[in-house]
């Protein structure tokens, strides 16, 4: 079974300042998805980001982007220019690529908190 | 397009009480998954649906019932509800693509006394 390991459980940064978070992954398979997720306080899941396992160039969008190491089995988000509005929950989840199995399996989370 | 609804958004139950969280989405979504979420645990799997008459356990499906009987609807339920049944319920629902993005409801609040 595939396991998502998210070991900062809480992070801090400073509004406009860079922070980086920490995800790693257990899998077998070769091809899979990645994800960020984010919840603010709202309670809403709001999905931030997304990988292909099968590309070599991380993806990006806007302030977000990840650092992605297929062979390490890691998948870390960094957010630049922060904003106060990110100051949220942020999940990392993976989805396998193959078979009758959908389902996304989740991290535990790390608590950002962005200081102003 | 209202997305992913839920309802209630929170529900105080007592020990050995029933009750059924309701789900609907608008967007045609074959697949549709419940959560729930517990303090340092992330989100865990309870049940999920591929398609109108199929469903299927996740990692954690004990005390839940689940059933689909139409694209739209995916409702959970409590047979007897226990105090380790307190969390909070996410409805999930996305194309059955895997690289599409799974869209959240807003979350139930149960709690059971």
């Known amino acids: 079974a595939q396991t998502v390991t998210q070991s900062q459980p809480e992070m801090s940064v400073q509004e406009a300042e860079t922070v980086t978070l920490s995800c790693t992954y257990d899998?077998?398979?070769?091809?899979?998805?990645l994800f960020w997720y984010k919840q603010p306080p709202s309670r809403q899941m709001i999905l931030v980001i997304r990988?292909?396992?099968?590309?070599?160039q991380n993806a990006t969008e806007n302030r977000f982007s990840v650092n992605f190491q297929k062979a390490a089995k890691s998948f870390s988000l960094k957010i630049s220019d922060s904003q106060l509005g990110d100051a949220a929950m942020y999940f990392c989840?993976?989805?396998?690529?193959?078979?009758?199995?959908?389902?996304?399996?989740f991290g535990k989370g790390t608590l950002l908190t962005v200081n102003p | 397009n209202a997305g992913v609804t839920q309802t209630p958004k929170f529900q105080v139950l007592k020990t050995g009480q029933s009750m059924t969280l309701q789900c609907a989405q608008d967007?045609?979504?074959?697949?549709m998954s419940w959560y729930r979420q517990d303090p340092g645990m992330g989100l865990r799997l309870i049940h999920y649906?591929?398609?109108?008459?199929?469903?299927d356990q996740g990692e954690v499906p004990n005390g839940y019932n689940v059933s689909r009987s139409t694209t739209e609807d995916f409702p959970l339920r409590l047979l007897s509800a226990a105090p380790s049944q307190t969390s909070v319920y996410f409805c999930?629902?996305?194309?059955?693509?895997?690289?599409?993005?799974?869209?959240f409801g807003p979350g139930t609040r149960l709690t059971v006394t």
């Open positions: 649906s591929v398609g109108a008459g199929i469903t």
């Open positions: 899998t077998s398979e070769s091809d899979y998805y």
């Open positions: 989840a993976y989805r396998s690529a193959k078979g009758s199995n959908y389902k996304l399996t």
């Open positions: 967007m045609n979504h074959e697949y």
């Open positions: 990988q292909e396992a099968y590309k070599q």
């Open positions: 999930a629902s996305s194309r059955l693509d895997r690289s599409y993005e799974q869209y």
